[in-house]
């Protein structure tokens, strides 16, 4: 483990650049005699007045057309079914109640009805039902978003997008976000989410308790061995009884899935990537027995959380906070600023967040938390939607100007202010007079904190994550080679849609039980290559491939 020398000059976190921040497949036949490449060029001239998505510049032309597009100029009511989300409902009955919803509906004409539902089962069983709302906050679909569409869930909007000219001009300035939202059949999906920027494509690494790596004068690890060093040092010089907590959704689905923990191993990610547009699977190569052999090695020594697989958020949070815990995994809001925030009135507790980690001091870790700008998230229209060409315009309205402020920052004059041409959140939100966390402030304002049919600015992110630990996290966890190894959001072909999700299910099932065995010593690691992988094989995980690699080559293809 390495100490700080005496006269080490500390490059303190704060000055780093801020950065920021899932990918799903969808795959069916097209429904219309349109292709997306056809329709977005027919209404190319609707959208040439506006330039390029997230531009501070809109001309008179393009002003002039949303005016007299919104408000819609006959009242409509739209139903929209979604998950409940915590929160929103912390402060308002559902969205459309919130102001953000009040001032969504005011501005386009729109009665908005919500269909609140429980959890993603409850949406399962209202595709199942046939009774469909207008539209639906769509967040995937067994056998992907060409089954969708055969199966009458989804409406394809080739027919429609005359009616949607910014999402046109947002959709033909980016040739990945344009073939993101098309199936293999060229069928528009819907309107999407879109991370408008890298930043916002990084939101989760490592952090530790930085006052106790000060005490210890020891250096933020970069490699795996030097974690480990700091972890028995938490440990025994700390007194921490689980000096790495983590949950198991971090801890796999984040540290190994992502690939924060897997570079030192020689192992880009646990999740498909690709190398040179070849496909990959990380959790059936074998350098994945390396990462196994080191986290038991943690786990063995009582160094990482027994109860890695039942602990939850809160409890990681108060393992750091009151000393149990030294180092986790979490993103920088809802971990790393909520603790912060909790503890600012203890002026010996500070967190630093630090990057995946490396195999040598210098290497550029292979890849980190990483979300495609398109991950999957849109508001899609249903066939039983009545009046298909108000959906359209309504739901386009995200992507004006207009509309992308308000997704982004709300209303101007309550939650944020123009300074020198940009938006500045006001106190409403950065220090709610009822006591409202951003998180949730921000949640009854605008759709920035979580996801929506809209272009995500990166300036919500540079002052919703202000601290200067935040925005130092941000800077080292985007420090990989992520982007060189991502997969897009490939869509598989309706033709294998039902057999890559049978053998998808079954094969995450058995990875998921394995690597908690292997992690705890319930199973030993000399089965990995004739037990594990075997079974893999023997499982169709060789088909799996091959059917994201057709899924990559259409994709690379559109």
Not at 369 to 385: F, K, Q, R
Request: charged residues 20%; contains cysteine; aromatic residues 10%.
């Amino acid at each position: 483990m390495r100490k700080k020398g005496k006269f080490l000059k500390r490059i303190s976190a704060c000055l780093l650049a801020a950065a920021l921040l899932i990918s799903s497949g969808c795959g069916s036949t097209s429904t219309t005699g349109s292709t997306a490449v056809d329709t977005m060029e027919a209404a190319e001239q609707q959208a040439a007045a506006r330039t390029e998505s997230g531009s501070e510049a809109q001309t008179q032309a393009q002003t002039e057309a949303e005016e007299s597009m919104y408000p819609l100029k006959e009242k409509v009511h739209l139903t929209l079914a979604m998950v409940q989300e915590a929160q929103v409902t912390a402060n308002a009955t559902d969205l459309a109640a919130t102001p953000f919803g009040q001032a969504w509906q005011e501005a386009t004409g729109v009665e908005l009805e919500i269909m609140q539902l429980a959890d993603d089962n409850a949406l399962n069983l209202l595709y199942a039902s046939g009774d469909l709302p207008d539209m639906i906050w769509y967040k995937g679909y067994t056998g992907g978003a060409e089954k969708a569409i055969k199966d009458k869930i989804i409406e394809p909007l080739n027919d429609y997008m005359n009616y949607a000219p910014d999402l046109v001009a947002v959709m033909d300035s980016n040739d990945v976000w344009r073939k993101s939202n098309m199936t293999a059949n060229g069928d528009i999906i819907g309107f999407p989410f879109i991370r408008g920027d890298a930043y916002l494509q990084t939101s989760a690494g490592l952090m530790l308790r930085k006052d106790w790596l000060d005490d210890l004068n020891l250096e933020v690890p970069q490699t795996a061995d030097e974690l480990y060093e700091v972890l028995k040092a938490f440990k025994e010089e700390k007194g921490a009884e689980v000096p790495f907590s983590a949950g198991s959704f971090w801890l796999t689905s984040i540290g190994i899935a992502h690939g924060i923990l897997t570079s030192p191993f020689g192992l880009v990610k646990g999740d498909f990537y690709q190398v040179d547009g070849t496909v990959h699977y990380g959790y059936a190569e074998e350098e994945y027995k390396g990462v196994l052999e080191y986290l038991n090695k943690l786990y063995e020594e009582g160094l990482l959380d027994p109860n890695f697989q039942t602990v939850d958020d809160n409890t990681v949070r108060a393992n750091m906070m009151n000393g149990q815990a030294g180092v986790t995994l979490g993103n920088g809001g809802g971990y790393l600023g909520t603790m912060l925030e909790t503890m600012a009135d203890d002026p010996d507790f500070d967190l630093e967040g630090f990057g995946p980690l490396v195999a040598n001091i210098g290497d550029t870790a292979m890849s980190t938390h990483y979300d495609a700008a398109l991950n999957g998230i849109y508001v899609i229209i249903t066939p039983a939607c009545q009046d298909k060409e108000a959906a359209v315009k309504f739901l386009n309205y995200g992507y004006t100007e207009a509309g992308n402020r308000l997704f982004n920052f709300g209303i101007e004059g309550e939650s944020y202010t123009i300074e020198d041409g940009k938006p500045v959140y006001t106190d409403l939100i950065m220090n709610n007079p009822e006591g409202l966390t951003k998180q949730l402030a921000l949640a009854q304002y605008t759709r920035a904190w979580d996801a929506g049919p809209f272009v995500q600015d990166k300036e919500y992110i540079e002052q919703y994550q202000s601290l200067p630990q935040q925005q130092g996290a941000l800077a080292s966890w985007t420090s990989s080679d992520a982007a060189k190894y991502a997969m897009p959001p490939v869509t598989v072909s309706d033709a294998d849609a039902t057999e890559y999700s049978k053998l998808s299910g079954d094969i995450t099932t058995y990875i998921s039980e394995m690597t908690i065995r292997y992690i705890t010593g319930l199973e030993s690691l000399d089965t990995f290559e004739s037990g594990y992988l075997e079974t893999l094989k023997s499982m169709g995980v060789d088909r799996l491939i091959e059917m994201q690699q057709a899924a990559l080559d259409d994709f690379n293809a559109r």
